[in-house]
């Protein structure tokens, strides 16, 4: 089993940044791609971005890119999520996933552990 807990979340004013970490315990040897999700309230999970285990290849949205950065620190098992030039919709709770394949996937299912998640608000 893996654990994931995530923290970094809070209220930040539009423009402003945030950096969401992702820490895994347990059979982290095992864990190959690593990723983000986002749910705003009354909508589905969304795909963020992903980063893999080999070669730290990234992935994001169109929605974040230019604007988000993962990043991983494979030492420490930690999972980043650096967030700039936030936008009120960037409002949701993020969460952390971690998949056994090491191949890119945007869909959550495929997905085999998650985090509880961490609120992010983008208001004035």
């Known amino acids: 089993q893996v654990q994931l807990v995530e923290s970094g979340g809070g209220l930040v004013q539009p423009g402003g940044s945030l950096r969401l970490s992702c820490a895994a315990s347990?059979?982290?040897?095992?864990?190959?791609?690593m990723g983000w999700f986002r749910q705003a309230p009354g909508k589905g999970r969304e795909f963020v971005a992903a980063?893999?285990?080999?070669?730290?290849?990234?992935y994001y949205s169109d929605s974040v890119k230019g604007r988000f950065t993962i990043s991983r620190d494979n030492a420490k098992n930690t999972v980043y999520l650096q967030m700039s030039s936030l936008k009120p919709e960037d409002t949701a709770v993020y969460y952390c996933a971690a998949r056994l394949m090491d191949s890119y996937s945007t869909y959550g299912g495929s997905y085999d552990y998650w985090g509880q998640g961490t609120q992010v608000t983008v208001s004035s």
């Open positions: 980063i893999s285990r080999a070669f730290g290849r990234t």
């Open positions: 347990g059979r982290t040897f095992s864990t190959s791609m």
